[in-house]
């Protein structure tokens, strides 16, 4: 390998042309999603007023590869393949004799990994005579990519965004209505969801949950209308593993392979997008040292202090039950500013795999997060968003450990998206307002009592 190379990029012609799915290589199948109604495994019909047919097979679909129709990888080429990048700037800051690399998803139009899965899922959409899609959005990122999909494929979008961040991030809302997009605050007097919120907290700050509850209500009393959620199901990871083979293709042609991989999680679609076709190698024995570290925050600690079991995917208790690491699904998270990982769940599969010991999780408190993001900023040049900050923190910390014991590892960072739009967080952290929130036990306690009973 040059040693002095500082970005590795595929041609567009090497690009890869499937996703990998890995319920074709789970040790132990994925536990069912349920039906709210009656706690029996779901049918695809079950998923049918919400999701087009095609994205309800690739849900349920145990095929390793799925190809990528050619409408969607001809838009992911406007910014795909993403570079791959040395951190030399940052190994030098810190002193440390490992190897830092992150692949960068901020220079997709909106600003993040999430139109990998928007754009698939405008198309599908599309193809199946949909004129409007519903959608829920946390710091505005999900909201803005797929009103940015929307705008690629002529759908309609309206986006409930989470009022705390409608508040905080005025800009991303300016975003989706410059790509043509609707975006109302959530709690809102659309819905009964959001209504019957307000009616009990009118200074509610909403949360995914809730805004989740008043996409689904909107999108199953229209026919023309479907919903799109932007993390945590199957098919969502599925399309961002686009990211994943990519990463594994590059690092291949320069004959480097990741001992520790580290990314932030909030439904987990980034940071799987990247780890699963690696994953794949230390399921299959391969790779069995292989480390990935997932990181959330310490206020809203949903895989390391919640229990594992099905709950609601919302607010109101109207999606399908998932079995996963929840944190109860009315729990309502202190507002720290990483919005994109102020979610009560987390996806199946990362839950699964954490159960079955293939992955590992921590979390971060937001101060010492954005003291990792500074310093990132100040060394690599990159702004981050307030939810990669996260990972840099636990890429920090890991690269600090290789300096004591004189190891030279190579870690990989999934970098999910830049912080243009967090500015205000930043300028928080930098004039000393910014503070740390303690772990909410007493809130979480009460939402946890709030867990659906499922038959055994
Ligand atoms: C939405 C978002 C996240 C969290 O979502 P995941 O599904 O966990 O990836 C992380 N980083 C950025 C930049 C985001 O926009």
Known sequence: MNEKRT???????????????????????????????????????????????ELIKQEMSTERYIEIPEEVQDIYKMWRPTILHRAYRLEKALDTPARIFYKYEGTSPPGSHKPNTAVAQAYYNKKEGIKRITTETGAGQWGSALAFAGACFGVEIKVYMVRISYDQKPYRRVMMETWGAKCVPSPSEETKAGRDMLAKDPECPGSLGLAISEAVEEAVSRDDTHYALGSVLNHVLLHQTINGLETKKVMEKIDAYPDIIVGCIGGGSNFAGLFLPFVKDKIDGTKPDLRVINVEPASCPTITKGPYAYDFGDEAGMTPLLKMYTLGHGFIPPPVHAGGLRYHGMAPIICHLYKLGLVEARAEHQLATFKAGVTFARTEGIISAPEPNHAIKVVIDEALKCKESGESKTILLAHSGHGFVDMAAYDAYLSGKLKDYEYPKKKIDEALSQLPKVPA
């Open 7 to 53: 970005k590795f990029l595929l041609d567009e012609s090497e690009m890869p042309t499937k996703w990998y799915n890995i319920l074709a290589d789970l040790p132990e199948p994925l536990p069912p999603p349920l039906h709210p109604g009656t706690g029996k495994p779901l049918g695809p019909q079950d998923l049918a007023p919400l999701f087009p047919m």
